[in-house]
């Protein structure tokens, strides 16, 4: 027994003595060189290892090194790929008899980590020699989620980054990671990992958490639960659902997203316009990631005080991001995101077109092809209802085909086309619109309510230019109108007829001008084309019972003002309305000058002498002179032409004075 004993302490003061030669018969210098070739031929990058290294095996394996560095790729310049200020690695050492691998602890110590990319490739991808050379390596890219990746058992605590660092640049874009701090805790590989964390984006503290089912069936590309938060001040993000099985990264579950807008741009290292209304947004649903693409489905999206419910796919593969889906809108309201008005007036009091720039730089940032329904949409004064919207948008240019719309009690169809590919924006529209009420739309659409009436109405319009007033000043198109049991409002031309011959004596309008009249009729119609935002028609013509009334002129969209010409004629009797029979058929042109919002009626006084005098004159003729039938017959019984008597002549003379002066006075108007 006693001989038992000092062999066991033998033993033991061997295994002690052992441990504690171990260290200067294998020291980490010894091996220095050694280590840097082998990792440098693996990573097939230089691998340095500049500071002090220390090995100790009892009761533990501790590893520590400092000041290693990996070389750049060629072609990225000669700052390093990393940096490492230290490195502390722990390991339990029976375990690792049985194939059980035991950290307990893995700390990195300020990292430094240059991701760059050129038109050559990027410098984090590495190979070997050997590796490059193999042709399994052309699975590289097949992903890192495979059968077999971690044929090992182990528990991992501790593990840390600490001050990290992490930047990106492309020559074009670059961003930073700064305060990188990262904090990995498994028990076992089987068993749930937890990641916590934060780091600094652009001068915005990131959180971050995220929860994993089991390490090894998601790096062996099982599905495995997983779950994810980060916040911050402009963006928070949440996430519970699974990892699906796949060798990516791809997931399916539900998700959240809300975002300040400025705030989001910033840390992109963007930064909005000034004058932009973007405020914040939001989506929730179902959400899925695949290679190359994004889903959100049964979701719901928020736009600052925009709503839309629907599904949404962005493909990512492409030049730029591919938006499509469904979404149904309660109301679209543009208005936010419009030039504001400018606070200076016109002369006339009314407000001018805005010179503020339009910016469209956000049609160049995607490209889409969306379907919307929208119960209500509002763009500026004009509210539109029940549309059914199917938006493509390539490479900033948009087209927007409304293939239903409700529009002031009438409905149309239509197409708007926005150009934002040039320097110079451009703009189309062309739309039908049947049943509108005719002057909440104008009174919308141009500040023009004196036209009231239930119609038809088509426009093909084109225009271009960076703010309203370029919009308006450029304008060009053409169209017609056709209305129905309508009225004119600011005069009564029935009582102005009325009243023309006592007016023709006092050289003062009659009465029949004003706010509260108006001129009522059945039908009223014309075509109108607009060049350089000048709207010209001559080809007005409005029927009522007591009323033939035609119309030629202009109307200056971009300065809101008008030169336009009326000439009321009557076609049945005034007398018993306060007139007189020696109207009937006599034209009395008015004129319409002035802004929208403060018109001004005139009348050609001379014109309506004129043409009195000559209805005198034919009247006189008619009772002194009267004309024989249009046909008579010869000796022998034919048909002969009629010979005009004098009365036919004087009648002929006074309708070509009359022609000529209709002619001088179109002429002049």
């Not at 009465?511 to 607009?530: H, K, M, N, P, V």
């Amino acid at each position: 027994m006693r001989r038992l004993l000092v062999i066991l302490l033998v033993l033991a003061g061997l295994a002690v003595a052992a441990a504690l030669l171990a260290p200067l018969l294998f020291s980490p210098e010894n091996w220095r060189g050694e280590i840097e070739q082998r990792a440098s031929q693996e990573l097939g990058r230089e691998v340095s290892l500049n500071g002090d290294i220390a090995l100790s095996v009892l009761p533990s394996i501790q590893i520590r090194a400092a000041d290693a560095s990996i070389g750049n790729a060629d072609g990225f310049g000669e700052e390093p790929f990393a940096e490492l200020g230290e490195l502390r690695l722990g390991l339990a050492l029976w375990p690792l008899f049985s194939s059980r691998v035991e950290v307990s602890e893995f700390v990195l110590v300020d990292p430094v980590i240059r991701l760059r990319q050129n038109a050559g490739g990027n410098n984090w991808t590495f190979a070997s020699a050997e590796a490059a050379a193999s042709p399994e390596s052309a699975g590289a890219n097949e992903g890192f989620r495979r059968p077999g990746a971690l044929p090992l058992d182990g528990s991992f605590s501790n593990i840390r980054i600490e001050n990290g660092q992490l930047s990106y640049s492309d020559g074009s874009e670059t961003w930073e990671v700064s305060s990188l701090n990262l904090a990995l805790q498994a028990a076992n590989l089987d068993g749930e990992a937890q990641l916590s964390g934060d780091f600094v984006l652009e001068g915005e503290t990131i959180n971050l958490t995220a929860v994993l089912g089991a390490v090894r069936p998601f790096m062996e590309g099982r599905e495995t639960p997983i779950s994810l938060e980060i916040t911050s001040s402009p963006l928070t993000l949440s996430f519970d659902g699974n990892a699906l099985e796949s060798a990516h990264f791809d997931l399916a579950g539900n998700a959240s997203i809300e975002a300040d807008l400025p705030g989001l741009a910033r840390l992109a290292g963007q930064s909005l316009p000034e004058s932009s209304a973007l405020r914040r947004a939001s989506a929730s649903g179902r959400f899925t990631s695949l290679p190359g693409r994004l889903q959100f489905e049964d979701a719901r999206f928020t736009l600052d005080d925009i709503t839309a419910t629907g599904a949404l796919t962005a493909q990512t593969d492409r030049e730029r991001p591919f938006l499509t889906g469904q979404l149904a809108i309660p109301v679209l309201d543009l208005n936010p995101y419009m030039p504001e008005e400018e606070a200076g007036t016109a002369p006339s009091g009314q407000t001018e077109w805005s010179t503020e720039e339009i910016d469209l730089a956000a049609l160049r940032l995607v490209d889409a092809d969306l379907r919307l329904s929208a119960g209500q949409l509002i763009f500026g004064e004009i509210e539109v209802s029940e549309a059914d919207l199917r938006v493509q948008l390539a490479n900033g240019r948009l087209v927007a085909d409304l293939s239903r719309f409700g529009l002031y009690g009438g409905a149309g169809s239509g197409q708007l086309v926005v150009n934002a590919r040039n320097a110079t924006l451009s703009y189309t529209l062309n739309a039908r619109l049947d049943g509108l009420q005719t002057q909440p739309f104008l009174g919308a659409a141009a500040d023009f309510s004196a036209l009231r009436g239930l119609g038809n109405f088509t426009i093909d319009l084109a225009s271009s230019g960076a703010s309203t007033a370029a919009i308006m000043q450029s304008l060009t198109g053409n169209g017609n109108l056709r209305l129905t049991d309508g009225a004119i409002e600011g005069f009564n031309l029935a009582q102005i007829l009325r009243g023309v011959q006592n007016a023709i004596a006092t050289r003062q309008l009659p009465q029949g001008f004003g706010e509260a009249e108006e001129t009522d009729f059945s039908e009223l119609g014309g075509s109108f084309a607009i060049r350089n935002g000048v709207l010209t028609n001559d080809d007005l013509s409005m029927l009522s019972p007591l009323l033939r009334v035609t119309g030629a002129g202009e109307f200056n969209l971009a300065e809101q003002s008008m030169n336009y010409r009326i000439s009321p004629r009557a076609v049945a009797s005034l007398a018993g309305q306060g007139g007189t029979p020696e109207l009937n058929g006599i034209a009395v042109p008015v004129r319409l000058t002035g802004s929208f919002a403060n018109p001004s009626f005139s009348i050609d006084f001379e014109a309506v002498a004129r043409e009195l005098a000559r209805g005198q004159a034919r009247g006189l003729i008619d009772r002194l002179l009267p004309g024989q039938q249009p046909v008579g017959e010869g000796e022998e019984g034919e048909d002969q032409p009629a010979q005009p008597t004098p009365a036919d002549l004087l009648r002929g003379l006074l309708d070509r004075q009359r022609r000529s002066g209709n002619d001088e006075q179109n002429e002049g108007g």
